[in-house]
T-cell receptor, first 115, second 113 residues
Framework: AQKVTQAQTEISVVEKEDVTLDCVYE???????LFWYKQPPSGELVFLIR??????QNEISGRYSWNFQKSTSSFNFTITASQVVDSAVYFC????????????FGSGTRLSIRP | NAGVTQTPKFQVLKTGQSMTLQCAQD?????MSWYRQDPGMGLRLIHY???????DQGEVPNGYNVSRSTTEDFPLRLLSAAPSQTSVYFC????????????FGPGTRLLVL
């Protein structure tokens, strides 16, 4: 069965600090997809990234970067030089190729950036 | 494109009432899903569909029914509302090949008294 664990319930940092959000997943499939989503205080869900299990290259998008390590079943998300606008709940999610429309979410990490 | 639309935005029900949450997408996506979001619980999958005429249960399907008669629409029916179904409901869609972003609707906030 697929499972996503985000052990950090809440994180609070001062603006401009770097922060890493952890995500650990469980799956029996060899082919799967991993996702990160952002939910700002306004409530909408914003897609950030999708990564398939065959692509272990780290990805950088501006101040955001993702570290995918199959050996530890982790897909961590780092925000560099955090800003107040980064304050949100961040969700990690997983889908297996055998049931690709079934995307399971972690419980989320609430990130607060203090000015 | 309007993306994923959901109606209503907010609804109050009494225990035992039934209602249908509407979801529609205009991107011709094969996959559609319904999630509920409770405080501290993240999003939990209720039902999902891989195409018209095909639906399946997610993590928390009890008390909900779905159907997918067209590619565009994926309504969620509450058969007999209970206070435990008070939540925010999100509908989502994604193309089968995952070459596109998964799109979420704006959500429906449901309060069951």
């Amino acid at each position: 069965a697929q499972k996503v664990t985000q052990a950090q319930t809440e994180i609070s940092v001062v603006e401009k600090e770097d922060v890493t959000l952890d995500c650990v997943y469980e799956t029996r499939d060899t082919t799967y997809y991993l996702f990160w989503y952002k939910q700002p205080p306004s409530g909408e869900l914003v897609f950030l990234i999708r990564r398939n299990s065959f692509d272990e290259q780290n990805e950088i998008s501006g101040r955001y970067s993702w570290n995918f390590q199959k050996s530890t079943s982790s897909f961590n998300f780092t925000i560099t030089a955090s800003q107040v606008v980064d304050s949100a709940v961040y969700f990690c999610a997983l889908s297996e190729s055998s049931s690709a429309s079934k995307i399971i979410f972690g419980s989320g990490t609430r990130l607060s950036i203090r000015p | 494109n309007a993306g994923v639309t959901q109606t209503p935005k907010f609804q109050v029900l009494k225990t035992g009432q039934s209602m249908t949450l509407q979801c529609a997408q205009d991107m011709n996506h094969e996959y559609m899903s319904w999630y509920r979001q409770d405080p501290g619980m993240g999003l939990r999958l209720i039902h999902y569909s891989v195409g018209a005429g095909i639906t399946d249960q997610g993590e928390v399907p009890n008390g909900y029914n779905v159907s997918r008669s067209t590619t565009e629409d994926f309504p969620l029916r509450l058969l007999s509302a209970a206070p435990s179904q008070t939540s925010v409901y999100f509908c989502a869609s994604i193309a089968r090949d995952y070459q596109e972003t998964q799109y979420f609707g704006p959500g429906t906030r449901l309060l069951v008294l």
